[in-house]
């Protein structure tokens, strides 16, 4: 009988030995066929290896704003709304690979490049003193319509891969967007404030209220479409609000030597 048994356990162990090898075999001509490609270089992708590849995440160009104190994208929101802190992941340009991975994400249906950037982003805002308060990720409403559309919302994908790392809670329903609006592509300032103004709407205030929270997008530009969700989240008590986007353009945030000296903030509760 012991020998059975112990026949037994053998074939099992071959059994499954095999299986993981035709498996392995079978994923390896698989990819001959359907190659695994990196989003930003194109690129096949290799042993663990996903979404993007070790090179091109290597040389993400990282703006490292969330360990500046008063950085170009924080001076964005001066005068405007409340921000504690503002960042980006990276900087993109016209005709980088960084922006392709971005127009994957947002129009190629790719949502997972969303949850393996955000990955990258909890890494470095978990490791930044200034953001060990937040409790609480909203990630910028779709239109319910256009997410349908799109099958997926970018952003709470992003708060997913945020998440992830850092542990902190993700709120999908407090913020709303109650009016479908224009893409904000190709529209001036002035035009994407008019577009967004009074499109999102706080449907939970006591949720949120005595929170800090992490506002998320996948990039800042001029930043109307943030501060029409600031304006609604402000109005849960001592809210305070942070920011993070995927990225933005050196053009929306050049060095800070490269910018003209600004007022100091105009709102009575901006942090020293």
């Known amino acids: 009988m012991r020998m059975i048994n112990c026949n037994s356990v053998i074939l099992n162990f071959f059994i499954i030995f095999v299986a993981m090898k035709f498996v392995t075999i079978l994923r390896h001509f698989l990819g001959l066929l359907y190659p695994n ?3 930003a270089c194109g690129r096949a992708l290799i042993g663990k290896e996903y979404v993007c590849c070790m090179s091109c995440l290597y040389h993400l160009p990282r703006t490292g704003y969330w360990k500046k104190p008063d950085n170009p994208l924080e001076q964005l929101f001066w005068g405007r709304v409340p921000v504690e802190h503002a960042c980006a992941l990276f900087f993109f340009e016209k005709g980088s690979r960084y922006r392709k991975l971005l127009h994957r994400l947002k129009y190629n249906g790719r949502p997972e490049i969303g949850v393996v950037l955000g990955r990258e982003l909890g890494r470095e805002l978990k490791n930044t003193l200034h953001y060990q308060c937040v409790n609480t990720i909203i990630p910028v409403p779709l239109h319910p319509k ?18 992830q790392v850092t ?8 913020l709303v967007r109650m009016r479908f ?21 706080l449907k939970d205030v006591a949720t949120l209220t005595g929170r800090h929270v992490l506002l998320v997008d996948d990039v800042l ?7 029409a969700c600031i304006l609604q989240l402000k109005k849960a008590p001592d809210c305070k609000i942070s920011v993070a986007t995927l990225a933005c353009t050196k053009k929306t945030a050049p060095p800070v030597s490269d910018r003209p000296s600004l007022p100091a903030p105009a709102y009575s509760d901006r942090r020293p």
Do not use: D, M, P
């Open 167 to 174: 542990g902190w809670e993700v709120n999908n329903s407090a």
């Open 181 to 201: 609006t224009e893409t904000q592509t190709h529209k001036s300032r002035q035009e994407r404030w008019e577009n967004v103004s009074e499109a999102f709407a």
């Open 146 to 163: 256009r997410q349908r559309r799109r099958g997926y919302n970018q952003s709470e994908r992003i708060a997913a891969g945020i998440a």
């Open 37 to 39: 490609l990196c989003a």
């Open 221 to 227: 530009t001029t930043g109307a479409t943030l501060e």
